[in-house]
T-cell receptor, first 116, second 111 residues
Framework: GAVVSQHPSWVICKSGTSVKIECRSL??????MFWYRQFPKQSLMLMAT?????????EQGVEKDKFLINHASLTLSTLTVTSAHPEDSSFYIC????????????FGDGTRLSIL | LAKTTQPISMDSYEGQEVNITCSHN???????ITWYQQFPSQGPRFIIQ???TKVTNEVASLFIPADRKSSTLSLPRVSLSDTAVYYC????????????FGGGTRLMVKP
């Protein structure tokens, strides 16, 4: 089955630091990747959608200058949380899909981000 | 994107069949119905996907009535390890499979 790898799985850093999270599709070419954020005991909230080679589309209320998304290849997308603050602490999850009918999204295992 | 409504939580016992129903009254013609399972601190895992009637795989069955305004995920003979949150999603197969997550159903399987 399709595998999406996310790295790192867990990061703790000081306030003001920028953190980069990688999302890779290991055995398929992901034409579209999605980034979600999940707070404890809540559902996943879509942050942005990125297509390979083009700018990401951000959901309403998500600061694009705060959460930088790069989708430079068909197997890699990165999310950079710039100048992170404690309120950015959350569980970040990526998913990937390829533009074939009936293909579901495949999710990474998430990144737990804790800002001190 | 079609909105989904599911029960917030369900309890069951080991060995029982569990049916989780999801309402999606404004489902569009191009929308597929997909169910995911999520354990704590993990990403959602794909369970099953369907468009109409019945779909069955090695872990679950998905029942979709003719009007497609609801769907039922059926888990046969659940075990303790099936304790998780289950999400029903509908998405346009022609829109890059973008999905909107609802609240999900928290299933607790008891011994």
């Amino acid at each position: 089955g399709a595998v999406v790898s996310q790295h790192p799985s867990w990061v703790i850093c000081k306030s003001g630091t920028s953190v980069k999270i990688e999302c890779r599709s290991l055995d398929f070419q992901a034409t579209t990747m999605f980034w979600y954020r999940q707070f404890p005991k809540q559902s996943l909230m879509l942050m942005a959608t990125s297509n390979e080679g083009s700018k990401a589309t951000y959901e309403q209320g998500v600061e694009k200058d705060k959460f930088l998304i790069n989708h430079a290849s068909l197997t890699l997308s990165t999310l950079t949380v710039t100048s992170a603050h404690p309120e950015d602490s959350s569980f970040y999850i990526c998913s990937a899909s390829y533009r074939v009918e009936n293909q579901p999204q495949h999710f990474g295992d998430g990144t737990r981000l804790s800002i001190l | 994107l079609a909105k989904t409504t599911q029960p917030i939580s369900m309890d069951s016992y080991e060995g029982q069949e569990v049916n989780i129903t999801c309402s999606h009254n404004n489902i569009a013609t191009n929308d597929y119905i997909t169910w995911y399972q999520q354990f704590p601190s993990q990403g959602p895992r794909f369970i099953i996907q369907g468009y109409k009637t019945k779909v069955t795989n090695e872990v679950a069955s998905l029942f979709i009535p003719a009007d497609r305004k609801s769907s039922t995920l059926s888990l046969p003979r659940v075990s303790l390890s099936d304790t998780a949150v289950y999400y029903c999603l509908v998405g346009d197969r022609n829109a890059g499979n973008m999905l909107t997550f609802g609240g999900g159903t928290r299933l607790m399987v008891k011994p």
